[in-house]
């Protein structure tokens, strides 16, 4: 990794983080957008095919970017926040945890940078969340401003359960892709079968919170418990697999957003 960074390059790298968002996003947000509906659903889902009819039907095709103001602003922030943390944060770690700790413990650097990233993006983002999620679920902006942090437990533990798994899924995977291409700068078939790697791991772990996050964010929420009773309560009255509900939407969503994030990962670190 290059440590001679610039003011320039952390410039570029905000740019190039916000550009991202704002592009990618007007494709990936119905992936959101439905996937938000399934889970708000407390009387059981549809399945993702009769949710996207029964919107369409009801609202026209449009609805399927209901919410996408807040959601650009949330990209948009997002990303451009993300390739300096992602740049910076892990070698921080890196060069104050003793290399003793890291050897008997090969994941801790990057456990530890998935946690603090994680604390500083959930403190930031958590307000354009509950306003994305509020609005994709049929709620207003002032509903929104009366409780920003609604939802910000399951919001960090999602957070930091994502970061984590993904810094430590990047390394290994792209250790190992870089191991069986015999290259050091993988093409882009190689990101593509790490991005998926990545998404189908980061989805399993990251679900069962983000359903809980979005039960608190909605208008008029019947669930009132925090991260593990709200866990416990939907298993008990949904099922298990209720926490689930909508992974391929996320899974979908996940290898697109992944793809572009090690692409430009892999252009920055060269």
Not at 10 to 38: C, Q, T, Y
């Amino acid at each position: 990794m290059n440590e001679n960074y610039t003011t320039f390059s952390v410039l570029n790298s905000v740019l190039w983080g916000a550009a991202r968002g704002f592009i990618l996003l007007p494709g990936e947000h119905p992936f959101d957008r439905v996937k938000a509906v399934m889970q708000a659903n407390e009387q059981g889902s549809l399945g993702v095919n009769q949710t996207i009819r029964q919107l369409v039907k009801e609202r026209g095709i449009w609805t399927l970017w209901e919410g996408i103001v807040p959601g650009i602003a949330k990209s948009v922030v997002k990303q451009g926040i993300r390739f300096p943390m992602i740049l910076f944060i892990p070698p921080l770690f890196d060069s104050h945890i003793p290399k003793k700790w890291q050897e008997t413990f090969p994941c801790l650097k990057n456990l530890s940078a998935g946690f603090a990233i994680s604390l500083v993006e959930t403190t930031v983002l958590a307000p354009f969340d509950r306003w994305r999620v509020s609005k994709m679920t049929g709620g207003s902006l002032k509903e929104s401003i009366n409780s920003l942090f609604a939802g910000s437990k399951p919001y960090y533990a999602r957070q930091a359960i994502s970061w984590a798994t993904w810094l430590v899924c990047e390394e290994k995977f792209k250790q190992f892709a870089k191991k069986y291409t015999e290259c050091e700068e993988l093409s882009i078939y190689s990101l593509i079968s790490v991005s998926m790697g990545i998404s189908v791991v980061n989805t399993a772990v990251t679900l069962p919170p983000d359903r809980i996050k979005t039960l608190l964010q909605k208008p008029n929420p019947t669930l009132t418990k925090k991260l593990w009773p709200g866990l416990c309560h939907v298993v008990k009255t949904q099922g298990l697999r209720s926490l689930w509900v909508g992974w391929q939407l996320r899974l979908g969503h996940s290898v697109v957003s992944t793809l572009g994030t090690v692409y430009l990962l892999q252009k920055f670190r060269s």
